[in-house]
């Protein structure tokens, strides 16, 4: 079982930065493809960035895609690791509440993450962190 926990949203102006981290607890939290995904006011949860539980290979949304970053302490033993989402270039459209997932552990297919991580994959969530972006 794995804990998730987001910290770090907030109010920002158009233009500015936010950095989200989510500490993931338990038993071998190295052993997750991670991700970050929000959902807009009155929108469906979307992929935001995914991490491959090698810590190192990562995928974006097209919306995201050189503004944010997805990463984390890569610690490979023990019972806690931190991701965080880095987030530049902020306009009113990223306002979202922004959710911390895990996927079920162990899994081939997202050691090393080669395409985005899809809502229904990720067996493990926060309890989201709010993002607003004001114009």
């Known amino acids: 079982q794995v804990r998730l926990a987001e910290s770090g949203g907030g109010l920002v102006q158009t233009g500015g930065s936010l950095k989200l981290s989510c500490e993931v607890s338990g038993r071998t939290p190295a052993s997750y493809a991670m991700g970050w995904f929000r959902q807009p006011p009155g929108k469906e949860r979307e992929f935001v960035a995914g991490l491959g539980w090698d810590g190192t290979s990562a995928n974006y949304s097209d919306s995201v895609k050189g503004r944010f970053t997805i990463s984390s302490d890569n610690i490979r033993v023990g019972p806690k690791n931190t991701v965080y989402l880095q987030m530049s270039g902020l306009s009113p459209e990223d306002t979202a509440v922004y959710y911390c997932?895990?996927?079920?552990?162990?899994?081939?297919?997202?050691?090393?993450?080669?395409?985005?991580?899809?809502?229904?994959?990720?067996?493990?969530w926060g309890k989201g962190t709010l993002v607003t972006v004001s114009s």
């Open positions: 997932a895990a996927d079920g552990g162990f899994i081939a297919s997202t050691f090393n993450l080669r395409g985005p991580l899809s809502v229904n994959a990720m067996d493990h």
